[in-house]
T-cell receptor, first 112, second 117 residues
Framework: LAKTTQPISMDSYEGQEVNITCSHNNIATNDYITWYQQFPSQGPRFIIQGYKTKVTNEVASLFIPADRKSSTLSLPRVSLSDTAVYYCLVGEGNQAGTALIFGKGTTLSVSS | GAVVSQHPSWVICKSGTSVKIECRSL??????MFWYRQFPKQSLMLMAT?????????EQGVEKDKFLINHASLTLSTLTVTSAHPEDSSFYIC?????????????FGQGTRLTVV
């Protein structure tokens, strides 16, 4: 499994755009990039997944450069409720028997 | 959408007793479920992979006799912490991947906070 590196923590203010970058230099051809969000005392929640270029949903955007060695999760206009830990995971998508392996994640703190 | 339900959400038990945690996939079948443990301010650590109808696969360093896993149906896996001790106090989370979703999206239970006193 490709190792991921992301900042330990980030601070932001309400209304700002937050970009969290994840490095995954050893990503394999079949690997997808997935981001999860975790609030205290809750299980992780899927945010977004992509393979290349840009993916956008109602929550976030995911930017993946051509070499796919990194990815950036973009949260538009964050609010206090976006304070959470964000995990970047890299792995094959179509394996039900494969567990997700979590790195340290990025703790995002949003202030008013 | 797909949901994984975990019960109980929290439990306090005395040292030496056993505690059972249930994990259910509510609207999809999961031949495989995963159990994680998370200590305060740390990431999720995979403990074991639960396979329906067969033995679970444990990660290195996880005692299979202490953390009993049973996956008797396609929608239910249980984790029993036997002879619990204070050092077993942690946040336990289960997960399952839904083959009906794009890229077998993984869903997580809400977690169980175990406190051993």
């Amino acid at each position: 499994l490709a190792k991921t590196t992301q900042p330990i923590s980030m601070d932001s203010y309400e209304g700002q755009e937050v970009n969290i970058t994840c490095s995954h230099n050893n990503i394999a051809t079949n690997d997808y990039i997935t981001w999860y969000q975790q609030f205290p005392s809750q299980g992780p929640r899927f945010i977004i997944q992509g393979y290349k270029t840009k993916v956008t949903n109602e929550v976030a955007s995911l930017f993946i450069p051509a070499d796919r060695k990194s990815s950036t999760l973009s949260l538009p206009r964050v609010s206090l409720s976006d304070t959470a830990v964000y995990y970047c995971l890299v792995g094959e998508g179509n394996q039900a028997g494969t567990a997700l392996i979590f790195g340290k994640g990025t703790t995002l703190s949003v202030s008013s | 959408g797909a949901v994984v339900s975990q019960h109980p959400s929290w439990v306090i038990c005395k040292s030496g007793t056993s505690v059972k945690i249930e994990c259910r996939s509510l609207d999809f079948q999961a031949t495989t479920m995963f159990w994680y443990r998370q200590f305060p301010k740390q990431s999720l650590m995979l403990m074991a992979t639960s396979n329906e109808g067969s033995k679970a696969t444990y990660e290195q360093g996880v005692e299979k006799d202490k953390f009993l896993i049973n996956h008797a149906s396609l929608t239910l896996s249980t984790l029993t912490v036997t002879s619990a001790h204070p050092e077993d106090s942690s946040f336990y989370i289960c997960s399952a991947r839904d083959s009906g979703r794009p890229n077998w999206e993984a869903f997580f239970g809400q977690g169980t906070r175990l406190t051993v006193v």
